[in-house]
């Protein structure tokens, strides 16, 4: 086979065979990777006549010869192209969404090309052309802004990690009763939202697994996060755990300064299987009504939520007859397909432990609604801004569910940059571009959706990978991965209108290397960019607050990231030299001079603009720098000023340090006060926050 065919059907997939580090050394993608990520497309090319066979139905797929495409994206008010068809003009009907139809002849243009007129109204719409029939989405310019929320008004809020929050009776995690309180309190200080870390379903059948930003499905909510009392009331609750034997580890573990996890998850598993049980039994009693909430609940969630709660279960049995088999690939094979008679008999044989899967659902669903209804309460104009990880567990419940809108056996990452030259492998997969088109982008929208629902907001992680992902097939260093690009106009639309019908503003995560005209794209969509504190720098120098982007989120620094205090004394450094994380070339040393510049430059940043006096503060004094940061990115000319809890309160530790699974106490980390004390300690940052970004200014 010719390394010219390959390439050839590698482009055509939209697979770059080439690209450049950020050392600007150009590297080839090798042949076998190429095939590797090829067959997760489903384009076979184990031979040329495979070769010759997969270009030839992209070819034919990109002329139109193979039909309509199951979803026709465009902008309200253009022209929308279609596929060219076989004869000049045609009539065409479209079915708007509100029900009205629109008629006439299509636009002709060169080459045979055709074009449905503009379209004003957006939304989801039927195309009508003789007897076919297809689905036309039509975005509004731009997706709900920060202007629509609050006109010129610049907007703050904070940032949690929601695990962290710490409050009586929740048993060692985080909760949304929690998250509610907070924001109730913030919004009464002049707050405007609350960004939180990842609520997407974990692994119920392996509690070692708690990273946020590796689900099991992005359709889903993590149960674990739920507060049961608020159906049943804390007395219920209460008693639903002295009789599981689990009410002193709760209370123990919730005065612990790191979260235990798998203990915590049990415990509270076992009071919420004792509260199911008087649940399906009641009957008539005291929540006859919530029965008829939960049935409805389930009936809305239709397929999705059943699979989840099947997978839920199937995966709990077979983990449990054989720890190896943890992986759905590695089940028995008539447990492999979600459509399967197998299966089907399994859950119906399993009936009540799939619905209370559901169960855990609904409460989860509950507690997030609450907690975006307290944060309005409270007086934010945006409220709870949810987080869309970048990827799901290939051995999840996304992937076992929708095999074909994922990946299979191709992992997402980051190809070599300055801080992880080895590159990034994240363990995670990600949509197939080919599966999304091929499904009219269901799996897309479903997933926006989702994650939309009981949230002001959104921020997409590495939203990067909209215009490009980094692909590295399993068994393959993440240095030699290759670049797929993905539809990115088409999904930027989809965000826009799902943005405007839930009136949510977008975030995206745009950090690291970005391709040139990149943010502009996301800039003319209505997606907000993120800035930090550390990487705003100008020929050497902090950036000036009125020269940062003014539609973008300024942050002191991310969950990623030393918090200011903790870069202040060198905690990172400390870190990384304990577990040899710092980079090539680099030494403990010269670390540590670097960062002492580095404070220099920012102290001198901040006595510029006046947020600051005096001399710089030796490295173990981080409050006044905690001060000066806050009040810094709040004068920034961005529209939303986002500041991390840990900031807030002037902690050290960070919540996460990148490279690390067991080595650093990664996702543990809970705060050292409870939800309600955190207003009193943070407020005068809060007042800080404020004063330049005044709620009635």
């Keep these: 086979m010719s390394d010219k065919a390959l390439h050839e059907l590698a482009e055509a997939a939209g697979l770059s065979m080439q690209w450049t580090d950020y050392q600007g050394k150009p590297h080839t993608v090798s042949p076998e990777v190429a095939r590797r990520i090829l067959e997760a497309l489903e384009l076979p090319c184990g031979s040329p006549r495979q070769v010759a066979e997969s270009h030839a139905l992209l070819e034919q797929e990109r002329s139109g010869q193979g039909g309509l495409p199951a979803l026709l994206v465009g902008s309200a008010g253009v022209p929308l192209g279609l596929p060219a068809t076989a004869g000049g003009e045609q009539r065409y009907r479209l079915v708007l969404e509100s029900g009205a139809t629109v008629e006439g002849a299509l636009q002709g243009g060169p080459n045979g090309q055709v074009s449905l007129p503009p379209v004003a109204e957006y939304g989801y719409h039927r195309l009508q052309l003789g007897d076919r029939e297809t689905g036309v989405a039509i975005a509004p310019p731009r997706g709900y802004s920060l202007d629509d929320v609050a006109g010129k008004r610049k907007l703050w809020g904070l940032t949690a990690q929601l695990y962290s929050l710490r409050r009586k009776g929740d048993g060692g995690i985080g909760d949304f009763t929690a998250l509610g309180r907070l924001a109730r309190d913030a919004g009464a200080r002049g707050a405007d939202a609350v960004a939180i870390s990842p609520i997407h379903a974990l692994f119920g059948a392996d509690l070692d697994r708690y990273s946020p930003y590796a689900p099991s499905s992005r359709l889903h909510y993590n149960p674990l ?35 235990e996890w798998p203990e915590a998850a049990r415990a509270k598993l076992a009071l919420m299987r004792r509260l199911y049980r008087g649940f399906v039994q009641d009957g008539a009693g005291e929540f006859a009504g919530r029965r008829s909430e939960f049935e409805r609940f389930c009936s809305a969630g239709g397929e999705a939520l059943r699979d989840h709660a099947v997978f839920e279960t199937l995966h709990a049995h077979c983990v449990q007859s054989e720890p190896r088999r943890w992986h759905w690939r590695d089940w028995p094979p008539e447990f492999r397909d979600p459509r399967g008679a197998a299966v089907a008999a399994f859950a119906s044989e399993h009936a009540d432990e799939v619905r209370f899967h559901m169960f855990l659902q609904w409460q989860a669903a509950c507690g997030l609604r609450d907690a975006q209804a307290a944060a309005r309460q409270g007086g934010m104009a945006i409220g709870i801004v949810g987080d869309l990880a970048v990827g799901a567990d290939g051995g999840g419940s996304h992937g076992w569910s929708r095999q074909h809108d994922l990946l299979g056996g191709i ?3 980051a190809p070599p940059d300055l801080i992880n030259s080895v590159g990034q492998n994240w363990g995670l997969t990600a949509f197939s571009p080919q599966g999304m088109t091929h499904h009219g982008y269901a799996p897309f929208i479903e997933m926006i959706r989702a994650s939309l629902r009981h949230c002001g907001g959104l921020r997409i992680d590495h939203v990067l990978g909209m215009q490009r992902m980094w692909l590295v097939p399993e068994g393959v260093k993440a240095t030699e991965g290759a670049y797929l690009r993905y539809p990115m106009e088409d999904l930027l639309r989809l965000i826009a209108l799902e943005s405007r019908r839930h009136r949510a503003v977008i975030i995206g995560e745009d950090l690291g290397t970005v391709p040139e005209g990149f943010r502009p794209r996301l800039s003319a969509a209505g997606i907000l960019g993120l800035r930090v504190l550390w990487f705003e720098r100008e020929w050497g120098l902090y950036s000036a607050p009125g020269r940062w982007q003014r539609d973008a989120v ?21 870190w990384r030299t304990r577990l040899g994380l710092l980079g090539p070339g680099r030494t403990e040393k010269s670390e540590r001079e670097e960062r002492g510049r580095d404070r220099v430059a920012l102290w001198n940043a901040f006595l510029y603009d006046g947020v600051a006096q005096g001399a710089v503060p030796p490295p173990e004094q981080g409050e006044a720098v905690a001060d000066a940061a806050v009040a810094y990115v709040a004068r920034t000319a961005s529209q939303l000023a986002l500041v991390p809890v840990e900031d807030l309160l002037g902690l050290v530790e960070q919540p ?7 080595e650093h106490p990664n996702w543990r980390r809970r705060l050292p006060c409870e939800v309600e004390e955190v207003g009193e300690k943070g407020a005068a940052r809060m007042a800080l926050l404020e004063k330049e970004r005044p709620r009635g200014g």
Excluded: C, K
């Design 225 to 259: 996060y739920a507060d049961p009392a608020g159906i049943f009331g804390e007395a219920a609750v209460a008693s639903a755990a002295a009789a599981e034997g689990v009410a002193d580890a709760r209370l123990r573990l919730e005065g612990a300064t790191l979260i």
């Design 411 to 413: 992992s997402v990452g």
């Design 554 to 574: 300024a942050m002191t620094t991310t969950h990623d990231l030393p918090t200011v205090a903790g870069w202040w004394r060198g905690r990172d450094i400390d």
């Design 656 to 662: 996460n340090l990148p490279g690390t699974i067991d």
